[in-house]
């Protein structure tokens, strides 16, 4: 049973460029999160996906970021006009459920560095 | 600020040694769940202790939670060399988020 995949796994931007993260999660798993981590940080909550649905995006900036975990493939984590400030490692996590407090499990993350 | 706070920041020992680091926590949680995080990689799931759990153990870990004072506590048994990485408390409450601390980093000297 594969974990989480993520790829890529590095990804340079320029300034103003769109970057598009993508999520697998675990076969069976039907719940996504996003998380982001900035060198020396711990990781920040961003979103939380069910299958075609957001459940909570409380995490996410309001402008430039989106996410979606759609019917069929994998999980997105959209970034528009990139700045330098999101230069940072996204991490994808996936669980069996939501309800209950399960196990996140954690994929080996995108390194975005915005140029 | 809801976040868990890791005690202490950075911890370094000899092998063999036990290493302990601490969480404390703000609100309620359901459960409370403990990371490791080796350099530029993603994070291994350790351990989680539910809100009505005071102790587990994992082979060398044994977690420890105190609801009354939030905190709980990680303690790794005769570490070895590869125990060195960062180690993360989360927490887990009314929502499904995971909510983290700064980490603990931990050096073990060979």
């Known amino acids: 049973n594969a974990g989480v995949m993520q790829n890529p796994r590095h990804l340079v931007r320029r300034r103003g460029q769109e970057a598009r993260l993508r999520c697998s999660p675990m076969?069976?798993?039907?719940?996504v999160y996003w998380y982001r981590q900035l060198p020396e940080e711990g990781l920040k909550f961003m979103v939380y996906?069910?299958?075609?649905?957001?459940?909570?995006e409380s995490g996410m900036p309001k402008e430039r970021f989106s996410a979606e975990f759609p019917k069929e493939g994998p999980s997105i984590l959209r970034i528009q006009q990139v700045v330098r400030g999101d230069s940072a490692a996204y991490f994808c996590?996936?669980?069996?459920?939501?309800?209950?407090?399960?196990?996140?499990?954690f994929g080996p993350g995108t390194r975005l560095t915005v140029t | 600020s809801q976040q868990g706070e890791e005690d202490p920041q950075a911890l370094s020992i000899q092998e063999g040694e036990n290493a302990t680091m601490n969480c404390s926590y703000k609100?309620?949680?359901?459960?409370l769940q403990w990371y490791r995080q080796n350099s530029g990689r993603g994070l291994v799931h350790l351990i989680l202790?539910?809100?009505?759990?005071r102790e587990k153990h994992s082979g060398r870990l044994r977690v420890t939670l105190d609801t009354s004072k939030k905190s709980s506590s990680l303690l790794i048994t005769a570490s070895r060399a590869a125990d060195t990485a960062s180690y993360f408390c989360?927490?887990?409450?009314?929502?499904?988020?995971?909510?983290f601390g700064k980490g603990t980093k931990l050096t073990v000297n060979p």
């Open positions: 989360s927490r887990q409450g009314g929502s499904e988020k995971l909510v």
């Open positions: 202790i539910r809100s009505n759990e």
């Open positions: 076969k069976g798993h039907s719940h």
């Open positions: 996590a996936s669980s069996p459920a939501g309800t209950g407090g399960y196990e996140q499990y």
């Open positions: 609100t309620s949680i359901n459960n």
């Open positions: 996906l069910q299958k075609e649905n957001i459940i909570d």
